[in-house]
């Protein structure tokens, strides 16, 4: 099981809830991100192009894109070093919700590892985010309970539920300037609309252990999953647009089985009860007579 935070001591609530909330960038650090972004000039103006918030993935500026990964790279990565084991930046958004709109689609990150590694999100506002301007929700213990690929042209598995997440599991985070939610990318995720006056923004950071190889996973024509060569520079070169279709000089790494199946709201509440049950016992002390079969799933997709 690979070690995810730097802190030992933060791994196990890790591990259970798939996330942690810490201090990360000082007044100062905020303050500069804040006077960068303001410099940017992104195709669609922060207001939103293909969706009603801007994020800089679905900004069609490839410069701009370039100079967003620099300036969040500049003052993340002493801080990525600190608190992540062994973690780098592989790709990193502007999320800017204007007034008034801004609504996220629940969903899951798209992996970008083998399943039964670890790839998490820092999640960092510069501004204070509260449940009415759009702060992230997160459904606790909802990671790697399924092997399920969420990528282009690939739904989500809950997507026949959504509103019983909404109502039942999702619950916002609200956070300070500055401060980082770090998940793991598997977890079940959302923001609702900004109702403040003031646009919300916020930083979103993929990383990745050093000693991986990121990968987009495409859908081929045969039904699997092709895994494709995706470093930082696939992000900053592509964007949703260029995904629709098999390009000829992606490098191809392999392919794997699409395990994905739709789950309904009865066996999604079983599959977490299960997970639970499971991290619970992995936390045993060790020599317990139930700890060494769930360690053996621990950090891993408990259900296949």
């Not at 990964?69 to 930046?89: T, Y």
């Not at 990193?92 to 399943?115: C, M, R, S």
């Not at 191809?252 to 991290?279: C, H, I, Q, T, Y």
């Amino acid at each position: 099981m690979r070690q995810i935070l730097a802190d030992q001591a933060l791994d196990p609530d890790f591990q259970s809830r798939g996330y942690v909330k810490l201090p990360m960038l000082s007044a100062d650090e905020v303050v500069r991100m804040l006077h960068g972004v303001r410099q940017l000039r992104p195709d669609d103006h922060f207001a939103g192009n293909l969706a009603t918030y801007h994020c800089s993935f679905l900004d069609t500026n490839i410069d701009y894109k370039r100079q967003t990964f620099e300036l969040i790279q500049s003052v993340f990565a002493p801080h990525i070093d600190r608190l992540l084991s062994g973690f780098r930046l592989l790709n990193a958004n502007f999320y800017v919700k204007p007034p008034g709109t801004g609504e996220f689609t629940i969903h899951q990150n798209w992996p970008a590892l083998d399943l039964d590694d670890t790839s998490v999100t820092i999640w960092c506002p510069l501004g204070e985010v509260t449940p009415s301007n759009g702060a992230i929700q997160v459904v606790a213990g909802s990671h790697k309970i399924l092997p399920h690929v969420e990528a282009p042209n690939s739904p989500a598995y809950f997507d026949g539920f959504t509103d019983l997440l909404v109502r039942d599991y999702l619950r916002p985070i609200p956070m300070q300037a500055g401060e980082a939610l770090i998940f793991d990318d598997s977890l079940i995720h959302w923001s609702a609309r900004n109702d403040s006056d003031s646009p919300r923004i916020a930083i979103q950071a993929m990383c990745v252990p050093t000693d991986a190889t990121p990968v987009l996973y495409f859908k081929a024509d045969d039904g699997r999953f092709e895994l494709i060569d995706a470093d930082s520079e696939f992000y900053l070169t592509y964007g949703p647009a260029d995904l629709g279709a098999r390009r000829p000089e992606w490098r191809s790494l392999g392919f794997v089985e699409d395990r994905n199946r739709p789950v309904s709201g009865r066996e999604f509440a079983k599959l977490m009860k299960r997970a639970e049950a499971a991290r619970a016992a992995a936390a045993l002390p060790e020599g317990g007579p139930e700890q060494r079969p769930a360690t053996r799933r621990f950090g891993r997709y408990l259900h296949r």
